[in-house]
């Protein structure tokens, strides 16, 4: 149990680290929110990375037949995306 705990603490700082500065670091499966709604939706989640072209394709997580295929320096940009799932009221 306290190991776990441990892991889970460690795991939650990268987390944080990646969510500080939008690294993409630990790309795949990750979390995502859009600032603008793309096709209805904010939150997405990485589900395929193209290297070769440097492009990954995320899903809508409440409609997970939507995707969007993005340029992998766009996820970078703080203006665009945020990393994890976020609540904007706005």
């Known amino acids: 149990m306290y190991i776990m705990i441990q892991v889970i603490h460690i795991l939650s700082m990268i987390n944080n680290y990646d969510k500080e500065f939008n690294k993409i670091s630990k790309l795949e499966n990750s979390k995502w929110?859009?600032?603008?709604k793309l096709n209805g939706w904010k939150h997405y989640?990485?589900?395929?990375?193209?290297?070769?072209?440097?492009?990954?394709?995320?899903?809508?997580?409440?409609?997970?037949?939507i995707r969007v295929i993005i340029q992998?320096?766009?996820?970078?940009?703080?203006?665009?995306?945020?990393?994890?799932?976020?609540?904007?009221?706005?």
């Not at 929110?33 to 603008?36: I, Q, V």
């Not at 992998?72 to 706005?90: P, Y």
């Open 72 to 90: 992998r320096e766009d996820l970078q940009n703080k203006q665009i995306w945020k990393r994890g799932w976020e609540d904007f009221t706005t």
């Open 45 to 65: 989640e990485v589900i395929n990375i193209n290297k070769k072209n440097n492009q990954i394709e995320l899903f809508a997580v409440c409609e997970k037949e």
């Open 33 to 36: 929110t859009s600032l603008k």
